[in-house]
Structure formats: C-alpha cells, structure tokens
C-alpha cells in the first residue's frame, strides 16, 4: 500500500436511515441479508481490510442495540465508536467525520450497500492518497433523459459522460472535515447537498477522482433489492 503504510484510515459507515421504501417494521440495516443483518456485511468487509478503525453512524437512540446486537456478538473488533446520526445524511456523515478525528484518510460508506468488495476498498484508499477526493462508481449503462417541469424530455446528456456514484467516498481528513466545518456555516451552502463528494466539490478547490467501481455494489433500497443482493453476494461466495 506504499505511502498508506505509515497513515492511519478510518471508514465511517452510516446505519441511520429510515429505510421507509422497504416497508419493513425493522429498519433496513437490521434487515436480515444472506443469513445476517444488511449491516454486517460492508462491516466484515471493511473487519478485512488495511482500514485500521471503523466508527458506525447509527439513529438517535440505537447506539446500545447496535454495539449489543451487531458488533459485540460478531466480534468487529475494528468498530471503535458507535455515534448517533442527524435528521439529513450530511449531518450524519458529520458526526462520523468528528468521531474519526485524528486518521489522516477517511473512507465514507453506506452500510445499505453489502456487496462492497475488498479490490473496492483497496481502490478508495488508493485514489484518496493519490487524489485527496475520490468516489467509487461506474459509467451508466442506460441512456439518460433530463425532464422538464411537466414530465416531458428535454435534453439527453452523452452517455458517454455519465457517471452512477456509489460509496465507499474517500478523502484527506482535513479536506473533507474542513468542507464539512464550511458546509455547516449557513444554511444555504445545505441545499440539495446528496453526497461527500458534492460537499467537497462546492466548499473546497479540490477536484474529485471518479475511480471505477463494481455494477454489483448496489445500494439496498426497495424489497427488490434485498433478492438482488443475496444473489450477488452468493455468487461472490460461489468464486471463493
């Protein structure tokens, strides 16, 4: 890993969504997923890798569930926090960011999407050291239509252009905390504010690496995508 050698990473997973499109009584994390709940599955990944701590983000209130239901029985011995979340994915990612204070790179993951792979990981340090700003994602295989104010197409961006983001979204602490500070500083810098990598794009001159990911890690939204999941990660299983 070269230069990561001698630096310290965290990873942030967030686990403080409501998961309301699942509609499911128990929130999508707890979910079970291949024999164990949603959420252990992008923890084993990351139990597995050079990331040296894991802090998770989970809903107010969940804190002693989690630690007592998902980390101490599995043993996640990388887990050193376990923080409550906010009202909007960036305030959770925010208390992420203030509990993994002190690593030098920080990799941030949605613990909805279990299909993350170790080549995956291994790239988000990678481009983080070599870029300070990188997410994991993978070119669009769809054509895309923009649709005006009444349903109608309007434009058909190249295709050849689009990117689908995912996560892990991995940055230089000090960037991505100092965005964070800046974001933070008004409520107008929040609007429409849907990942990282967005903060540091509009509160830093940083610009951000799209690294190639894997069509498999999906992120678990709808009851559909729980069947979809469990394929991948027994075909995944199936290749050793």
């Known amino acids: 890993m070269g230069e990561t050698d001698k630096r310290k990473i965290a990873a942030v997973v967030l686990a403080a969504g409501k998961g309301t499109r699942m509609k499911s009584s128990i929130q999508k994390q707890y979910m079970e997923l291949a024999g164990k709940p949603l959420l252990c599955h992008s923890l084993d990944a990351f139990e597995r890798s050079p990331v040296d701590e894991v802090i998770v983000v989970t809903g107010i209130g969940e804190e002693k569930f989690c630690r007592e239901t998902i980390i101490n029985p599995r043993g996640f011995s990388k887990v050193t926090k376990i923080v409550p979340g906010g009202k909007e994915r960036y305030h959770s990612v925010y208390e992420g960011l203030r509990a993994a204070a002190g690593c030098d790179y920080v990799l941030i993951h949605d613990g909805a999407r279990p299909c993350l792979s170790q080549a995956v990981i291994l790239a988000a340090i990678e481009g983080a050291v070599q870029y300070s700003a990188c997410v994991i994602g993978v070119p669009v295989k769809d054509t895309i239509k923009v649709a005006d104010d009444h349903g109608f197409a309007e434009t058909t961006p190249d295709r050849s252009r689009l990117w689908q983001i995912q996560t892990p979204q991995a940055f230089s602490y000090e960037l991505v905390f100092q965005a964070y500070e800046k974001l933070f500083q008004?409520?107008?810098?929040?609007?429409?504010?849907?990942?990282?990598?967005?903060?540091?794009?509009?509160?830093?001159?940083?610009?951000?690496?799209?690294?190639?990911?894997?069509?498999?890690?999906?992120?678990?939204?709808?009851?559909?995508?729980?069947a979809v999941a469990e394929a991948f990660l027994n075909l995944r299983k199936s290749k050793g």
Request: glycine share 4%.
């Open 186 to 226: 008004s409520l107008e810098n929040q609007k429409g504010i849907t990942d990282d990598a967005m903060v540091v794009e509009q509160m830093t001159s940083c610009k951000v690496k799209l690294i190639q990911g894997e069509y498999s890690n999906i992120k678990v939204t709808t009851p559909e995508d729980i």
